[in-house]
């Protein structure tokens, strides 16, 4: 990996806008099959990552689809990147066609060596605002690891469920959301490479479709819950079309743990605070 001093790249920032438009909000719904929110309302738990895209020209990204580094993020180049996380604080709603704006700071840069080799963890610190009202605060962890086999071997095995939706990942619904968020990582789309390149075994599921889908579930069986809090960690990759189960459970008043879960057990896990 190109070497680099992290005090050259903590502390910058970067600025986004954006309309929250029927026309893209039609395209989300129908994604989910959901029905598309009206002007006024308040947009959905997490739609907000199918906004704020960087909209790179196609001879600005990398082998792997994702834009070039050395820009924005640091020159983590020759490796593999996943988004490993987030940690989203809901402190009001955010409005169906209105105009947003989201700013970001490139907030901690560290190094990790565990089993899988080297790791480079990236932390975004992002606010999305609208009509001058701080409305969503998140961190948004970023990993880039050596291009070393991914980890593929089971997980823990998911608790009991007091709620559990069934999700069949097929090449439809990934390649709808790679477009919604117009995210070009070919791991999502081109078998050829996510097989020969990065060597998993088939298509891999995104991770923050997976948390938008585990929220919604959440939601549905908790349909008075005001949700405050959201975050969730990427444990081991779902691999398409292999189905899986988003399911959760209350721990305390106000508090639940969801996960994700195939065959091979659990494959994210997340928490939720609400009221």
């Not at 990790?112 to 990236?122: A, D, P, Q, T």
Request: proline share 8%; charged share 20%; glycine share 8%.
């Amino acid at each position: 990996m190109q070497a680099f001093e992290r005090g050259d790249w903590l502390g910058r920032t970067q600025e986004r806008h954006d309309h929250f438009g029927t026309h893209a909000l039609r395209r989300i719904a129908a994604t989910f099959n959901a029905p598309t929110p009206k002007h006024g309302e308040e947009l959905p738990w997490l739609w907000h990552w199918c906004f704020f895209d960087d909209c790179v020209n196609s001879n600005g990204l990398g082998p792997d689809g994702h834009p070039q580094l050395g820009e924005f993020m640091p020159p983590a180049h020759g490796r593999n990147r996943m988004w490993a996380g987030s940690r989203v604080e809901f402190i009001q709603p955010l409005q169906v066609g209105m105009d947003a704006r989201r700013t970001t700071i490139l907030q901690h840069i560290e190094e990790k060596h565990g089993r899988s080799g080297s790791l480079l963890f990236v932390t975004l610190a992002h606010e999305y605002w609208q009509a001058g009202q701080l409305c969503v605060r998140e961190e948004q962890d970023i990993v880039y690891r050596e291009p070393t086999p991914p980890k593929l071997a089971a997980g823990d095995t998911p608790p009991e469920a007091q709620w559990s939706e069934p999700i069949s990942p097929d090449p439809l619904l990934l390649f709808r959301y790679s477009a919604l968020t117009f995210n070009a990582h070919r791991i999502h789309y081109d078998f050829a490479y996510v097989t020969e390149t990065e060597g998993y075994p088939n298509l891999v599921v995104h991770g923050p479709l997976t948390a938008t889908l585990n929220l919604a579930a959440f939601v549905r069986a908790n349909p008075l819950a005001q949700v405050r809090q959201f975050s969730f960690r990427g444990v081991r990759p779902l691999i398409a079309p292999a189905e899986f189960q988003v399911a959760g459970c209350h721990t305390a008043r106000g508090i639940a743990d969801l996960w994700a879960s195939d065959a091979g057990g659990i494959s994210q896990r997340a928490s939720v605070k609400f009221d």
